[in-house]
Each structure stands twice: as C-alpha cells, then as structure tokens.
C-alpha cells in the first residue's frame, strides 16, 4: 500500500485536535474530511479508519512510544506505530526512522499482557468495569473494542425490508435481515448518499437501540412522550410505531437537536411529532398525569458504544459517571410524573454499569416518587454476548 504525507498529516491534525483541544473524534473527522474536497472516497476511508483506530488504542501506542506526543514528528511517529501494529509496510520516511516491525512487535506481544494497554483504556475504568460487571468485564472490554456492525431500521411507515434491500442493492450496497425491522450491512458503503436514505426509507441505528421503542408498547392514538429525544433516533421508531397516529411529544434541554430531529422527522414521512425545548420546569409539570407513555433515554457515559466513540475512554472520568447519576435520578423521578395512572414508562440507557441501569431504577422504585411504581421488565444487552451494542431498557408501570 502506498501511503501519502496528506493522509498522515490529516490524521496527525485531526489526532491533536481530538486528544490537545478536546474535540469530539467523529465531528473532528468529517472536519478534517471537509476541509479537502479533493480526496477520493479510499482516501477519506483511510483517514477515518486509522484516526479511530489511534483514538482506539492510544494508551497502548503511547505506552508503545515512550511517552504522549509533544511536537509534530511525536504524532507522526505514533501514526507510524499504529499502522505498523496493523500489519502495514511503512515508507522510508524519515518521521518513521527507527521503527520496526519486529521490534514493535515484541514490545506489542509484552505490553499486551496487562489488560489495560492490550485493552488500552484508564486504570479507573479498568477497575469500575471490574467492581461492576466482576467476571464479564474482560471480554465486555474487548468486544467494545471491537469495529461496529452497521445495523439499519426500516421505517415501516413508507417501506418494507424487501423494498429497502431491492433499493440498496441499486446502489451497490448488501444487506442481509437481521429481525422483523432490522437489516445489516454486509458490505460498508456510503449508505447516507443513496435514494433509499434520502427518501427516508430506513435509518442507521445499532440493533439494541432498536428494542427502546418497542419495549414501550405504544398504540397508535396515544400521548406518548419522548423526554431525552436529541436528535430523534427512538422518537422517529415510536412514530413508525404509533403509524403516524395520536401524539408524539419529543422534548430535550437542546432546542438545536430538536431543529434536526424535525428534519429527520419530515425525511421519515412523519405527521404525528411535535417538538418541545424543555426550557423551564413548567414545561414539565404541566404534563403531570397526562402521558400514557414517556420514554427516558437518558443522558449516560456512553460505555455501552465505545466501539462508535472510542474518545469517550479519555473524556470520561470518575466525576462524570457521578455527575450522569445524579442526573439519571434527576429525570427519573421528575420526568415520571408526565405518566398518567396505568401508564407505563421506558428508561433506557447505552451503558453497561449496573450503576447507571438497574441500580438507578431501583433507586427510584424505593424513594417517594416511585411509591406508585412497579417494574414490568429490565433487559442488558452485552456487546459479547448479544453482538450489538451495550444497553439498557427497563419498563415501569405506573399503578395509580
Ligand atoms: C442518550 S441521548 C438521547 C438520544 C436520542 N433519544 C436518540 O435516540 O437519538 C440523551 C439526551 O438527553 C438530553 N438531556 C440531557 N439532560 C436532559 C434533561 N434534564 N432533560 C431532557 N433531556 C436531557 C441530551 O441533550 C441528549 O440529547
């Protein structure tokens, strides 16, 4: 393979920007993406693929490396060290002079003994995933390590999957069905320039997020309200749901996710959605015993997807998971009150810590505001064990 001083340069800024200034890995990519219309599709390939794969394993290349990276010849060194890690052949360039593939290799074979460079994650995290999962974390860690399957949901209110798969293969992209509504990409393409996505035929969303909606039993002529509704991924299913019928109130704290969520909404064919910015508490509290369905897909550390947003390994932090708690109990017993007697609600989030998950419901179901409250059914969803994203989605039943 031959490897040009652009690709690597991109990497290399697009690496700084991640790990120096805080961006976010996969907004820094289509940045970096952006700024040169000029590259071929294996070129933008290759430059997100090896980003994430740095991002990936940047405890275990820094461990590799001697140290993290301080000046512009450190970051290429380190794209060098990676992609020999890889199995590449590297150029006789100067920034890669010194390194070699059997030396790495030996220094690889040795780091890879502790688990937390082979794994390439913080000690803390090592050791909350061990207090949490016991003898599951091991291959948790390394599943989530793993790359993605690309999992699409049809949206049954203007497709079918037959349709869908007739659609893509158009396009030159295969699909295989997965479940009723889910089908997975056998080969990776640019699945968002087809016709099938710009008409609104299916979105992308991994295969356990796929089960929050359905866990909520809607019917279509109900309230149903979607709390935590971002940019609408559930909102968009609980419509297709709902077929189009009674009423769906997607609401968050951010007014410019929603603006997207609408415009998703529109590409959905989607008639029966109205969008809320939850700006005040009154917002809320006028809703109180209205709701025959609330859906609460809370804000959490995201380690569930660490597959997708491998950054969020160096962004989290102990502080934070105690800071998302606090706020997943936060929402729960206010948020519950939305739901009229012998309504039912879904928490769900995209961790896997107990601590976020079931041990949060519990905690609601023994205070005050959960006194009315029984649990109908918690699911885990496991990377190893289940093959798609780690999750979370409890349903309660509000008894009176
Ligand atoms: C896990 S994300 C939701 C993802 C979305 N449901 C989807 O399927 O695409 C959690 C959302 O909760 C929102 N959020 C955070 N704090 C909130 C609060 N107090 N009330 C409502 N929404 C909140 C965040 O802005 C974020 O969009």
């Not at 060290?81 to 070699?100: C, K, M, N, V």
């Not at 390590?145 to 497709?159: E, I, Y």
């Not at 859906?295 to 998302?324: F, H, M, Q, Y």
């Amino acid at each position: 393979m031959k490897f040009y001083a652009a690709q690597i340069q991109a990497i290399a800024e697009a690496l700084q920007n991640i790990f120096r200034e805080g961006a976010y890995a996969d907004k820094e990519i289509a940045r970096v993406l952006k700024a040169d219309k000029r590259r071929g599709s294996q070129d933008r390939a290759f430059i997100a693929e090896h980003t994430y794969g740095i991002v990936r394993y940047y405890r275990l290349y820094t461990h590799l490396a001697g140290g993290e990276p301080q000046s512009k010849s450190d970051w290429w060194r380190l794209i060098g060290i990676h992609l020999l890690a890889s199995g590449y052949t590297l150029p006789e360039w100067r920034e890669f002079a010194g390194l070699d593939a059997e030396t790495l290799g030996a220094q690889l074979a040795e780091a890879r003994e502790q688990r937390v460079l082979r794994e390439s994650i913080p000690d803390w995290m090592d050791a909350v995933g061990t207090e949490q999962l016991g003898e599951a974390w091991p291959a948790t860690i390394a599943a989530l390590n793993d790359q993605a399957p690309v999992v699409l949901r049809v949206n049954r209110l203007q497709a079918d999957p037959d349709r869908v798969t007739r659609e893509l293969a158009k396009d030159g992209i295969k699909v295989k069905p997965l479940a009723e509504d889910a089908l997975i990409v056998t080969e990776r393409k640019n699945l968002f320039r087809t016709h099938a996505f710009r008409n609104g035929l299916f979105e992308v969303q991994d295969y356990s997020s796929q089960q929050a909606a359905p866990a909520l039993q809607v019917e279509p002529g109900q309230l149903v309200i979607d709390a935590c509704a971002g940019a609408g991924g559930k909102s968009l299913h609980l419509a297709a749901l709902m077929e189009n019928k009674g009423r769906l109130l997607s609401m968050d704290i951010h007014g410019w996710k929603l603006d997207e969520l609408k415009r998703r909404a529109r590409r959905n064919g989607v008639t029966n959605l109205e969008t809320r910015p939850i700006t005040t508490t009154k917002i809320i509290k006028r809703l109180t015993g209205k709701a025959d369905r609330v859906l609460l897909d809370v804000p959490c550390t995201g380690l569930g997807v660490l597959r997708r947003n491998p950054d969020a390994k160096w962004k989290l932090s102990p502080e934070t998971i105690d800071r998302v708690v606090a706020e997943q109990d936060g929402i729960l017993s206010s948020y519950s009150r939305m739901v009229r007697p012998e309504g039912k609600l879904v928490y769900a989030t995209c961790s896997i810590l107990p601590r976020e998950n079931s041990e949060r419901v519990d905690h609601f179901l023994n205070s005050e505001e959960g006194k009315d409250w029984v649990l109908e059914e918690s699911k885990s969803f496991l990377p190893q064990r289940d093959g798609y994203d780690g999750f979370f989605v409890s349903r309660l039943l509000r008894t009176r």
